[in-house]
C-alpha cells in the first residue's frame, strides 16, 4: 500500500473524495506536506444512511463471526504497521519508532476486544417464569477521536463498537486524518460495506455529526471544552453518550523511594509523546526530604533526551503537534516568566518552522499559578514540595479534573492508602501510562464520564433488555 497517494474517505465501502480539501501540516517543520478530503454535509448524509442501512445485518451477526472481522483487521494493521508509521511521524510527529508501536498495539487491541463477550443475567429460571437480560447493541455510533493517539483512540472506539453489533462513522481530528483514512482503505477490503464509515472535515464536521439525527450514540475523545459542546449537542435527541476528556494529573512521591530507580520512569510518565497524553504526570509533589534530588536527575534526563524531528535518527521527543496548542502551551510558559518562576529547561530545539519546545521543569511554584492549575498538554512539569502526606492529597484533589493519578513509595500498602483517597478514574503505583484492553479507562468530574476498555467499555454500547417468558 503506497503511503503517499492521494487520501480517501470510506462510505459505503467505497473511496470518496471531496469537493474541498484540508491542508495536512508536518508539525516538525510547520509545513503542508498533504491534504485530506474535507466532508460535506450531504456526504455526512451519506455516511449515516449506508450505516443505517448496514446495522440490520450487521447486528444479526454472531459475536463470533463480528470477532472473526475485527481480528483480520487487527492482522491487516500489523502488516502495514511499519510502513504506516513513517506517515503518522509525518502528520503527528512523534518518533517512527514510538509511532510504531501504536500502531501494533492497536492491532492488539483488535485481538483482545474480539475476545471479550457481555454477560448474560438469569434472574428466575422456575417452572413459573423465565427472565434473562442480556445486552442489545445501540445502533450507529459517531465516533470522535483526537490527535495525539489518532490510531490507538479510534480503534479503542472502533473494536467494542462493532463487536458489539453497533456501525460507526468515525471522524479523525483535522490536525491528524491521514492514518485514520488509510485505516478506512485497508478495512473497507475487511467489512462489510456501511459497517465502518471513515470521514474527513475541519472545524464544521463535528458539530455537524454530534447534531445529526442519525447517531444513536456519541464516544469522544477530546478537551473538556469541547466535550461539553458536544454533550449539549447530544441532549436534543438524548444520544448516548461517552466523553473521555481533559486531566491534570498528579503523581506524589514519597521519601522512601530509591531516586535512581525511579527518575526515568517519573520523566517519561511526563513527557513521553512530548506531553501530549491526557494521563500523563502534570503535577508532580515531591517529599521536600528528596525534592532536591529528583529534581536534578529530571533535569539531567532533559538535557540529554534529544527533541527534534521523529524521522531523524535519536530523535525521543517530536514537537508540540499543531500551530493552535503550540501557541497554547508557549502562553503558559510565557505567563510562568512573566512571574518570575524558576525555569529548568533541557536540551537544545531545533531552529526553523517546526512546533518546538523545550522541555521545562517548573522547580516550586506557587499551587495558584496557572502553570500547575491549567492542563498544559506540552513539556511543561511543575514541581512542587510537600510535607504532610494528608495535605498533599488535599492538594491533589484540589482539581476540577479526576482522570489519573499516580503515587511512588517503596511501601505498596502505604502507596494504596494514598491511591484510594484520590479522585480519578485510574492510579498507578510505581508506574504509569499503563494501560489494558481488559481494564476500564475513564474520568471523575470533568475528566468525563463513562468508560473505554474493559467488560464496562464494551457495555458502553450496549443496553440492557430485559426479557420475561411465563410457563404454565
Known amino acids: 500500500m503506497n503511503m503517499n497517494e492521494d487520501f480517501t474517505m470510506t462510505i459505503d465501502g467505497k473511496a470518496v473524495t471531496a469537493a474541498q480539501t484540508m491542508d495536512v501540516v508536518n508539525p ?3 509545513e503542508v506536506f498533504s491534504a485530506a478530503p474535507d466532508c460535506s454535509k450531504e456526504q455526512l448524509d451519506e455516511a449515516v444512511k449506508s450505516s443505517r442501512a448496514a446495522f440490520k445485518s450487521w447486528k444479526k451477526k454472531s459475536f463470533d463471526e463480528r470477532a472473526a ?10 502488516k502495514v504497521a511499519p510502513e504506516m508509521a513513517r506517515l503518522f511521524t509525518r502528520e503527528q510527529g512523534r518518533p517512527v519508532e514510538a509511532a510504531e508501536q501504536e500502531i501494533l498495539g492497536g ?11 457481555p454477560p448474560v443475567h438469569v434472574a428466575e429460571d422456575s417452572e413459573q417464569q ?11 455510533v459517531c465516533a470522535i477521536a483526537p ?22 462513522v468515525l471522524k479523525p481530528s483535522p490536525f491528524t486524518p491521514l492514518c485514520t483514512l488509510k485505516m478506512g482503505e485497508i478495512f473497507r477490503d475487511i467489512l462489510p460495506p456501511g459497517v465502518l464509515n471513515i470521514i474527513s472535515g475541519g472545524d464544521n464536521l463535528g458539530p455537524w455529526m454530534t447534531a445529526h439525527p442519525g447517531f444513536d450514540k456519541i464516544s469522544f475523545t477530546g478537551s473538556t471544552a469541547t466535550g461539553k459542546s458536544v454533550m449539549e449537542s447530544a441532549a436534543k435527541d438524548l444520544k448516548a453518550l461517552t466523553l473521555e476528556l481533559g486531566g491534570n494529573d498528579a503523581a506524589i512521591v514519597l521519601p522512601d523511594v530509591d531516586l535512581d530507580d525511579v527518575a526515568q520512569k517519573i520523566f517519561f510518565g511526563a513527557f513521553f509523546n512530548t506531553a501530549q497524553i491526557c494521563v500523563a504526570t502534570k503535577r508532580l509533589y515531591v517529599h521536600q526530604d528528596v525534592y532536591e534530588g529528583l529534581r536534578d536527575r529530571l533535569a ?5 533526551v534529544k527533541v527534534g524531528d521523529g524521522t531523524e535518527q535519536g530523535t525521543v521527543l517530536g514537537p508540540i503537534q499543531n500551530k493552535r496548542q ?14 518570575n518562576l524558576t525555569l529548568i529547561e533541557g536540551s537544545d530545539i531545533p531552529d526553523g518552522g517546526g512546533y518546538f519546545i523545550p522541555v521545562t521543569i517548573v522547580d516550586n511554584p506557587p499551587e495558584d499559578s496557572r502553570v500547575v492549575q491549567e492542563e498544559a498538554f506540552g513539556p511543561i512539569l511543575p514541581m512542587l514540595k510537600f510535607d504532610d502526606v494528608n495535605d498533599v492529597i488535599d492538594r491533589a484533589n484540589d482539581t476540577e479534573y479526576g482522570l489519573a493519578g499516580a503515587v511512588w513509595s517503596k511501601d505498596t500498602d502505604k502507596a494504596m492508602e494514598i491511591a484510594r483517597q484520590l479522585e480519578t478514574g485510574t492510579v498507578w503505583i510505581n508506574q504509569n501510562l499503563n494501560l489494558r484492553p481488559d481494564t476500564p479507562f475513564g474520568g471523575h468530574k470533568n475528566s468525563g464520564f463513562g468508560s473505554e476498555n474493559g467488560m464496562e467499555g464494551l457495555l458502553e ?12
Open 28 to 30: 516538525a517543520t510547520g
Open 69 to 78: 472481522f475485527l481480528k483480520q483487521c487487527g492482522d491487516a494493521l500489523t
Open 107 to 117: 492491532a492488539q487491541w483488535f485481538h483482545a476486544i474480539a475476545e471479550m463477550r
Open 130 to 140: 423465565f427472565v434473562e437480560t442480556q445486552y442489545v447493541p445501540l445502533g450507529v
Open 147 to 168: 490527535w495525539n493517539f489518532p490510531v490507538n483512540l479510534a480503534i479503542w472506539k472502533i473494536a467494542p463498537a462493532l463487536l458489539a453489533g453497533n456501525t460507526m
Open 300 to 304: 539531567a534526563i532533559a538535557k540529554a
Open 326 to 339: 503550540y501557541d497554547r502551551v508557549m502562553d503558559l510558559l510565557n505567563d510562568a516568566k512573566d512571574n
Open 461 to 472: 454500547f450496549m443496553a440492557p433488555q430485559a426479557v420475561y417468558v411465563a410457563r404454565g
